[in-house]
């Protein structure tokens, strides 16, 4: 079965450092999303990105934050200046059609912000 | 001071029992609403959606409940089996948007 995979599988970074995270989306899949989960909290939505462009972003996704497809496998999310308070589990989404139950989830990213 | 992690719900059940997972949703202008299972170390799975012109959709052992009234969701599985044993969140939606909203999350734990 296709699956999102995600490197690394856990990041450590000291903070004010950029972070880059990424995820493999399913190979026939054009839409692509991150969440993240801070330990012990609720999943949130950051951004869902369409057709080279973000399509929707939470308040979440402010100026520290970007995404990017630099190619037709690889769909990162980069943190340009980390704070502690971004040290989450972030997870990595595709689906085919946008649909939300047809998304797969990547197994996540630990983002320790140090 | 450091901020306090929310402190999930257990619902301990016997094998081969049902389970009964509720949720409490936030929007009244929602009009899709989504389970996920959450297994330790993975990422959230979807298990069953329904959207806000239905009250009751089934799927394999699995039926989401519908009260718009009260703004209230619920998952009910049968004969829940040790492969059951995950966190389950509910997360709501505009059919038309990405931006869910999820919940906090009912840990299951299936006893022996």
């Known amino acids: 079965e296709p699956e999102v995979t995600q490197t690394p599988s856990h990041q450590v970074t000291q903070m004010g450092q950029e972070v880059i995270l990424r995820c493999v989306p399913i190979s026939n899949h054009l839409y692509f999303y991150w969440y993240r989960q801070i330990l012990g909290q609720k999943v949130e939505f950051l951004v869902s990105?369409?057709?080279?462009?973000?399509?929707?972003k939470s308040e979440i996704f402010d100026d520290q934050f970007s995404v990017e497809r630099p190619d037709g496998s690889n769909f990162t999310l980069k943190i340009r200046s980390t704070k502690l308070e971004d040290s989450a589990m972030y997870f990595c989404?595709?689906?085919?059609?946008?649909?939300?139950?047809?998304?797969?989830f990547g197994p996540g990213t630990r983002l320790t912000v140090t | 001071g450091e901020s306090v992690g929310l402190h999930l719900p257990t619902l301990s059940v016997q094998e081969g029992d049902n389970s009964i997972i509720n949720c409490a949703y936030s929007n009244s202008a929602s009009d899709y609403f989504i389970w996920y299972k959450q297994e330790s170390g993975k990422g959230p799975q979807f298990i069953i959606d329904i959207r806000s012109n239905m009250d009751k959709r089934q799927g394999q052992r699995v039926t989401v409940l519908l009260n718009k009234t009260v703004k209230h969701l619920s998952l009910q599985i049968a004969a829940t089996q040790p492969g059951d044993s995950a966190v389950y969140f509910c997360a709501e939606n505009s059919i038309y948007g990405q931006n869910f909203v999820f919940g906090p999350g009912t840990r299951l734990s299936v006893l022996p």
């Open positions: 989404a595709s689906s085919e059609t946008g649909g939300a139950y047809e998304q797969y």
């Open positions: 990105f369409y057709n080279n462009e973000i399509s929707e």
